[in-house]
């Protein structure tokens, strides 16, 4: 278990000479995942991330990127993992409280990313869904609480329909990666993780997990934490979720 591939303590700061500390708050997140026609949580397209991460928050691939939030985990587990996909080369994600004025550092105001997403298998759409089903070295995890998953309820106010996708299983942790909080501490980031890796769900000859959720949020943390597990050669994440595949496909 790699915990500090994704994630980095407060002490741990003082030793990188040039980072950009950001706080990642739902707005920020919010903003960033809204389309020119003003679709919230669909999927948007490189070209508009990017253009939104350059010029509001001077972005660069080459910066040390520590990210952190007051929130939910999966608020800054969400922005890393855009973050990851465009192909930012060093993204941490804070874990502990901090007091953000005792480490402000001098960061590049030069900002440049590439003009395609370098890790493209990172982020799927909907579109590209149905040719996934076809490989047998592929599973699918739904992520949400089970009554999103059975169909009991939607889970979102704008979500019109219930129910879940074909070949996704139901992740028995229970929709849990909405519920971590952001000022977790590490013995407790520990214990998630040892969580995930019991259940029963993986199996070893899997080369390629695709998590899903409502809109890509909670998913995004699942990912993340499957990543520093090693669960797979290859973890993605299905963007939009439900929210996106259910408007397309059951009206």
């Not at 007091?99 to 990172?122: A, E, G, H």
Request: charged share 25%.
């Amino acid at each position: 278990m790699n915990i500090s591939k994704w994630f980095i303590r407060s002490d741990e700061i003082l030793s990188i000479k040039n980072f950009y500390l950001l706080n990642i708050t739902s707005d920020i997140t919010n903003d960033i995942e809204t389309d020119k026609n003003n679709n919230y949580w669909k999927y948007c397209s490189f070209d508009e991330i990017k253009e939104k991460l350059l010029n509001k928050y001077h972005i660069s691939q080459e910066t040390f990127i520590v990210l952190y939030t007051k929130e939910k985990l999966m608020i800054a587990a969400r922005f890393a993992w855009l973050l990851y996909w465009i192909g930012c080369k060093n993204i941490k994600i804070l874990i502990e409280k901090i007091d953000p004025s005792l480490f402000m550092r001098n960061f590049s105001q030069i900002s440049n990313l590439p003009n395609i997403p370098l890790r493209s298998n990172v982020r799927l759409t909907c579109d590209q869904l149905s040719n996934e089903f076809l490989s047998l070295t592929t599973k699918f995890i739904d992520v949400r609480t089970y009554k999103e998953y059975s169909g009991e309820i939607t889970g979102y106010s704008y979500v019109h329909h219930s129910g879940h996708i074909p070949n996704f299983q139901y992740d028995p942790l229970n929709g849990i990666y909405g519920e971590i909080n952001g000022d977790i501490t590490w013995n407790e980031l520990e214990e998630y993780l040892k969580m995930m890796s019991k259940i029963n769900i993986y199996d070893k000859n899997m080369k390629k997990i695709i998590y899903m959720c409502g809109t890509g949020w909670r998913a995004s943390l699942a990912a993340i934490f499957a990543e520093v597990l090693n669960l797979a050669d290859t973890i993605t994440v299905l963007d939009s979720g439900w929210f996106e595949w259910s408007e397309r496909y059951l009206e």
